[in-house]
């Protein structure tokens, strides 16, 4: 299961947690929930059938970025992360923000891009919902809610009514709802079908666009750390 070769190869370090779970997801447009390519017209049908969401689009381009520059992506939805305040050049990142029509940011602080938001959303932490995450070896951890939340309404919970508001059928009640229908997503999966990205030799990787893996309290934990470190 590492990159490279099975039972050997590279296990990936990554900078920010949940990494690998968001992509088992399906957050990239291009790869199914469990990895699997949405250029498959099998599992996509089983996709279009299980979330009775119409026809699911045929082309997919999978440099988000570029379509954000371009002006092509006119409605985002940011969550979890802090790419203005991130960002390694914050100029560039706050004006292709500035290209979409609408923002939406759920966080749970007032971060930088918060800031840029035309629509804020309070989120949960995830001792307060619950939910799963999966490591760089694709083993995902179930865990349940050990708070209450304060708000109103969770993370969870608002997820549930934007997908009302968008017309969208769902029986979620919980999140381990979600994870029985990505199991199930899953399961219909040949096993070695999925997604592998070839790791490049020769060349070096096009350098990133944001420090300390995007993410806020990554971020503040750093800084703060490093401020000590100087004081010391």
């Known amino acids: 299961g590492k990159a490279g070769k099975s039972a050997s190869g590279l296990m990936a370090l990554k900078e920010k947690n949940n990494a690998q779970g968001l992509f088992d997801m399906g957050a990239c447009a291009a790869i199914a929930p469990g990895g ?8 996509v049908a089983g996709l279009e059938k299980l979330w009775q969401a119409g026809k699911l689009p045929e082309e997919v381009d999978q440099e988000q970025w570029s379509l954000l520059e371009k002006g092509n992506i006119k409605h985002a939805y940011i969550f979890g992360e802090d790419p203005v305040g991130c960002a390694k050049d914050k100029d560039i990142v706050r004006s292709v923000l500035n290209m979409t029509d609408f923002l939406v940011v759920q966080d ?15 989120a949960s932490f995830h001792t307060e919902i619950g939910g799963s995450f999966a490591n760089a070896q694709k083993y995902i951890q ?61 060349e070096d990787n096009p350098p990133g666009r944001f420090n300390y893996g995007c993410d806020l309290l990554v971020k503040q934990f750093e800084t703060t750390w490093e401020e000590s470190f100087k004081q010391v």
């Open 36 to 43: 699997g390519s949405m250029q498959d017209k099998t599992l």
């Open 108 to 122: 749970v602080f007032m971060s930088d891009t918060a800031k840029e938001a035309d629509l804020i959303l309070p």
């Open 142 to 202: 179930q865990f349940d809610a050990v708070m209450p939340s304060p708000l109103s309404q969770s993370s969870f919970e608002q997820l549930i009514m934007l997908h009302k508001i968008a017309g969208l059928k769902t029986t979620f009640q919980t999140t381990a709802d979600v994870m029985l229908e990505a199991a199930t997503v899953m399961k219909d999966q040949p096993a070695g079908k999925g997604y592998f990205r070839l790791i490049p030799t020769g």
